[in-house]
């Protein structure tokens, strides 16, 4: 049996276990087990009987829904290779666009204050300090394990020239987390967990990676509420919250943020696929004032989150210096519309 005969062959199997990636799989798998590169597979060739073994062992492992990061130790994420093992998330390494929306607000801003709430791997806290290597990024985690997978990515990233992060072991639904950064940050992003709880999955979601990382709550938006009650007491008028919420809040998002007057100017996006998969929407201004008597001077309150710098230094900003702020009143302005959905054919994902 040739190479390529080989990997045709895990392709059926692999997609029976529920993997949308087959064939990507089946070739990855292959490689791992040779010790080689992707492009390096000579589909032609004979393969030697412990790399046949290695593939066949790593193929059950895939088709019983062991993430392929897993097996391969690394996740690739918006051009970055992180470090993933059982007990953190598999950063989506197809929705890494996701970060696009926050690099671009940032876009004439000076060292810019970002925040990623639930950051596991540290993922979108990794990929938009290595784009704006002039901002202070904080990113909030509450488990263990996966606090861990950021930290050693943290550090990789530094090794590799990016500048430090700021990882906080915490709960982003706690009404004191990050409470010295209140209404300075320009831009939250988040992925937290938003499946509701009992929802039958593939294995790969529902057995092997943690609960906590995918399940919230009853109808799935337990953290996703605290995620938008952060963000509004971190944003700075004007600021932008990108939240990935998935398809199955599809419709509850529009309704959540229409219903909300902090925000405004919501957008919808959806993946290559045509699901719904996360949202933009700008901190508007209040009258009130969202920040009353918060901000960087106050000290922090007890209980608050451990705070570890990752390494690198953390540069501080001016608080006027960020010439994308809105003006009183600029965004409450504009009514918020709910927007629709783009349409866009859906297709499987891996031939
Ligand atoms: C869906 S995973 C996403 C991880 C990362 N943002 C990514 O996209 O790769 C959600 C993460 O949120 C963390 N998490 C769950 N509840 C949390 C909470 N209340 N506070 C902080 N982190 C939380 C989980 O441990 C998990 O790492």
Not at 51 to 60: I, P, W
Not at 166 to 195: C, I, K, Q, W, Y
Not at 304 to 314: F, K, L, Q, S
Request: aromatic letters at 6%; charged letters at 25%; hydrophobic letters at 40%.
């Amino acid at each position: 049996m040739t190479i390529g005969a080989l990997i045709d062959s895990a392709v059926g199997p692999i997609a029976e276990g529920l993997s949308p990636t087959p064939h990507r799989d089946a070739e990855e798998l292959y490689a791992l087990a040779a010790g080689i590169a992707v492009a390096d597979i000579d589909r032609d060739g004979e393969p030697d009987e412990k790399t046949a073994d290695e593939f066949r062992r790593l193929t059950g492992a895939r088709v019983s829904g062991v993430p392929m990061a897993y097996l391969t130790g690394v996740a690739p994420f918006a051009g970055l290779e992180l470090r993933v093992g059982a007990g953190v998330f598999v950063p989506r390494r197809d929705f890494g666009d996701v970060v696009e929306p926050a690099v671009a607000h940032l876009a004439g801003s000076t060292a810019p204050v970002v925040v990623d709430l639930c950051t596991g791997a540290g993922a979108h806290a990794l990929a938009i300090a290595h784009r704006r290597p002039d901002a202070e990024v904080h990113a909030v985690e509450i488990d263990e394990q996966a606090y861990g997978f950021a930290e050693r990515n943290a550090a990789d990233r530094v090794a590799a020239g990016d500048t430090g992060i700021n990882l906080h072991r915490g709960d982003v639904t706690s009404p004191g987390v990050l409470a010295e950064l209140a209404g300075s940050v320009d831009v939250v992003v988040s992925n937290p967990p938003f499946v509701p709880e009992r929802t039958p999955l593939p294995p790969e979601f529902g057995v092997h990676q943690p609960s906590i990382a995918i399940f919230a709550g009853a109808d799935g938006l337990r953290v996703i509420r605290g995620v938008i009650e952060t963000a509004a007491r971190l944003l700075r008028p004007g600021g932008l919250l990108v939240l990935e919420h998935g398809h199955l809040h599809g419709e509850t998002m529009p309704a959540l943020f229409a219903a909300d007057d902090r925000f405004a100017d919501l957008g919808l996006h959806a993946d290559q696929f045509g699901y719904p998969l996360y949202l933009v929407a700008t901190r508007a201004w209040s009258r009130a004032g969202p920040f009353a008597g918060g901000g960087r001077l106050r000290s922090r309150p007890p209980g608050d989150v451990r705070r570890r710098p990752a390494g690198g230094t953390v540069r501080r900003r001016s608080p006027s210096a960020d010439p994308g702020v809105r003006r009183p009143g600029s965004a409450t302005a504009r009514p918020l519309r709910r927007p629709a959905w783009p349409r866009r054919p859906r297709c499987a994902p891996d031939g």
